[in-house]
């Protein structure tokens, strides 16, 4: 997983790397973020395409969260 707890990110290209190598992207949803990170949601990520983690800001609680989450998503192979 590659966190990124950015407070303003115009464009970035670390999550476009670590999307290109396999990892998860962790991102806090501005800017260019949300725009290339699509949120893993519950309900159909298959459908959504995604591939990658939103995280509720760039607080240390947020990624603990995220982090929890993506290793729930791991786990469940489906």
């Not at 290209?13 to 290109?20: I, T």
């Not at 947020?62 to 192979?77: H, K, M, T, Y």
């Amino acid at each position: 997983m590659l966190p990124m707890l950015s407070r303003f990110e115009p464009c970035g290209l670390a999550q476009m790397f670590a999307m290109r190598y396999g990892s998860i992207p962790l991102v806090t949803p501005m800017g260019g973020l949300a725009d290339t990170v699509i949120d893993m949601s519950q309900e159909s990520p298959h459908e959504t395409g995604a591939c990658g983690f939103h995280l509720a800001g760039p607080a240390p609680s947020a990624l603990v969260e995220e982090v929890d989450r993506a290793i729930g998503v791991f786990c469940q192979p489906d």
